[in-house]
């Protein structure tokens, strides 16, 4: 399945009852394009005690992260149509918490999913983000000789915002891989790139944690605007639509609240796994 053209590989799990440690070990060779199935990540969907399901992320080199708002609307339209719940509204449980999807449907099929991202978290032990207790709001760091400015906010999982403008012609792949993996980020970070055209349009370049640049990252759009808001670049309590490469997503965000996020998903194929990629 596709958000967006961030694409995962879904593994029914409610169906195919594996083990999830086998899962999780084959999922670099399962997400290697033209080697594998080919994907930004794994998904296991399985049962939860505290909700109706339970969704794991696996990064394409492996990792597990905590929170993927792409992967989230992705298996919300799955269970949906595949008549594992017949509600509008329901919780799915995450490494980061039960996060809420409420459906829009088009006749029998599911035309979008909005969900409720949570409160964003800017404490840096929280995120977390080396050296002192802080709000890393517009903060300098240097790569190679050259200052970005940046400003670290976790939804769920780690996010590094970067405004600049003329996005397209900066070498923003390189930064964000040096950023990925800077020891100021402990547990390693997504880095959104961000250009903002006005008050509720921005652009958004993705360098995902684990994977590299993507066409989109739902946490990311989501983190992206509450920079923005924060750093005064973007109208609080406003629609915000982000431009990624894949897609538009809508954001929405009041401060001390919680974040929305709408967005598209859509089936590409299906199949079966006869043999796993050695």
């Known amino acids: 399945m596709q958000g967006l053209g961030n694409d995962f590989i879904i593994i029914d799990n409610i169906e195919s009852k594996m083990e999830h440690a086998g899962l999780v070990a084959f999922a670099p060779q399962l997400c290697r394009r033209h080697f594998g199935i080919g994907a930004d990540g794994l998904v296991i969907l399985d049962t939860s005690t505290q909700a109706p399901f339970q969704m794991r992320i696996i990064n394409a080199d492996g990792s597990e992260a905590e929170m993927c708002g792409n992967a989230i609307r992705c298996l919300a339209k799955y269970v949906w149509?595949?008549?594992?719940?017949?509600?509008?509204?329901?919780?799915?449980?995450?490494?980061?918490?039960l996060k809420n999807v409420s459906l829009s449907l088009?006749?029998?099929?599911?035309?979008?999913?909005?969900?409720?991202?949570?409160?964003p978290v800017l404490d840096s032990k929280r995120?977390?983000?080396?050296?002192?207790?802080?709000?890393?709001?517009?903060?300098?760091?240097?790569?190679?000789?050259?200052?970005?400015?940046?400003?670290?906010?976790?939804?769920?999982?780690?996010?590094?915002?970067?405004?600049?403008?003329?996005?397209?012609?900066?070498?923003?792949?390189?930064?964000?891989k040096a950023l990925e993996i800077n020891p100021l980020f402990p547990r390693r970070t997504n880095v959104e790139f961000v250009e903002v055209k006005n008050s509720e349009t921005i652009i958004v370049k993705v360098w995902e944690r684990g994977a590299g640049p993507t066409l989109a990252c739902g946490t990311g759009a989501c983190a992206a605007?509450?920079?923005?808001?924060?750093?005064?670049?973007?109208?609080?309590?406003?629609?915000?639509?982000?431009?990624?490469?894949?897609?538009?997503?809508?954001?929405?965000?009041?401060?001390?609240?919680?974040?929305?996020?709408?967005?598209?998903?859509?089936?590409?194929?299906?199949?079966?796994?006869?043999?796993?990629?050695?």
């Open 81 to 97: 149509e595949r008549g594992y719940i017949q509600d509008l509204y329901f919780d799915f449980e995450t490494a980061s918490g």
């Open 225 to 278: 605007v509450v920079a923005g808001v924060i750093n005064g670049h973007l109208r609080p309590a406003t629609d915000v639509y982000a431009h990624l490469p894949g897609g538009i997503l809508k954001i929405s965000w009041v401060k001390g609240e919680k974040v929305y996020m709408e967005g598209p998903a859509e089936e590409v194929f299906s199949g079966e796994i006869g043999e796993i990629i050695k």
């Open 127 to 176: 995120i977390p983000l080396s050296g002192p207790p802080r709000r890393a709001v517009n903060e300098k760091i240097v790569l190679d000789d050259e200052e970005l400015y940046f400003t670290a906010v976790s939804m769920g999982n780690p996010h590094c915002v970067v405004f600049m403008q003329d996005l397209e012609n900066k070498p923003w792949k390189r930064w964000g």
């Open 106 to 119: 088009s006749g029998r099929k599911v035309e979008a999913v909005r969900v409720d991202m949570g409160e």
